[in-house]
């Protein structure tokens, strides 16, 4: 009698920029949650260069298993090469389950290793839940954000998602945590990548990560004006907050993209929220149900946002924004 294989949920490392961005790190912890729903493994799969540092971390959040190719070719990401290698070692191990941070490079990477193997892919979501059959439902954004829809692949492996910074919660650092290491020397027969990175340059960070932070002022298309929008800027460094924005006001030019808080930007969960001038489209309430407290303004009471807020002020969002930016000050020099 033959043991049946075990089942294994995979997520693909990216660790370039592991100090600032968890999101590997907040999927294998949900990876973990879902595993012994369908008896599985959490498993880690990196490339790269000098890896031993990220293995011992993945461990440590949550991989009971680590695939890793290491080797100085790998040293710069190149999505030509990566996928090529994702596609080899999925064909031989058959994940159930393939999950990448829905990041610049999750984007880039996890749609051309879903055509190599010929199965789904269920982009940005925003829940991962395992039903009754065993699928894995993908929770994404649709229609432009108006609705949320739940997908399933029923028939082609791996089931396949990427994930926005932010969705989860990582698992804490546990230095008693064992798992396998499995090395996978790099293919002989690796194609030449047709694009070759010549240099590259760090942009400079944030004080602190939007996901990250405990206070948010969040800004939309209600602020009126870029002008009385940077007020909220004003406001954020008075708290020791970070600004978000609706899709519309990055539109509009009155915040960068990275601002962006909703369906195609980050998910965020303080412990409070600011909502100015922000109508509630489900695009971006969908972002935020994680956060604490989310004290509302908006001139129209009956706005989908005040409906969510814990506190609603129905008033103009540039006026109350003024009105606590004098009376912070007030304080302070008090």
């Known amino acids: 009698m033959t043991n049946k294989i075990k089942k294994s949920i995979w997520v693909f490392g990216d660790y370039r920029n592991y ?8 999927l294998l912890a949900r990876a973990r949650e879902l595993a012994p729903k369908i008896q599985a493994e959490v498993c880690a799969v990196v490339f790269g260069c000098s890896l031993d540092e990220y293995v011992g971390e993945y461990i440590a959040h949550g991989a009971q298993k680590v695939y890793v190719t290491d080797h100085p070719v790998l040293k710069d990401y190149n999505v030509e090469t990566y996928s090529v290698l994702m596609e080899k070692l999925v064909k031989t191990h058959n994940p159930e389950i393939l999950l990448t941070g829905a990041t610049y490079f999750g984007r880039e990477f996890a749609p051309r290793v879903a055509k190599r193997l010929h199965t789904g892919l269920t982009a940005d979501c925003i829940g991962l839940e395992i039903n009754k059959d065993g699928l894995l439902v993908q929770t994404a954004p649709s229609f432009g954000g108006n609705l949320l829809a739940e997908i399933v692949t029923p028939e082609t492996r791996p089931q396949m998602a990427t994930v926005r910074p932010g969705t989860f919660q990582e698992i804490p650092h546990d230095y008693n945590a064992r798992g396998r290491v499995i090395n996978i020397p790099l293919p002989d027969n690796l194609p030449k990548p047709g694009v070759r990175l010549i240099s ?16 948010v002022i969040c800004g939309g298309r209600g602020m009126g004006s870029k002008t009385k929008f940077k007020k909220l800027f004003e406001l954020a460094k008075i708290m020791e907050a970070e600004v978000g924005a609706t899709r519309p006001a990055v539109y509009s030019r009155w915040a960068e993209h990275e601002a962006l808080i909703g369906q195609a930007g980050k998910h965020i969960s303080p412990k409070i929220l600011f909502s100015f001038g922000i109508s509630g489209a489900i695009q971006h309430t969908a972002a935020i149900n994680d956060a604490d407290l989310i004290i509302a303004v908006n001139k129209n009471p009956n706005a989908a946002m005040m409906k969510m807020a814990d506190v609603a002020i129905a008033a103009d969002a540039n006026q109350i924004c003024s009105s606590l930016i004098r009376e912070l000050k007030k304080r302070i020099r008090e």
């Open 19 to 26: 100090f600032q961005n968890r999101v590997t790190l907040q």
């Open 200 to 215: 590259s340059q760090k942009l400079p960070q944030r004080e602190q990560r939007l996901e990250d932070a405990k206070i």
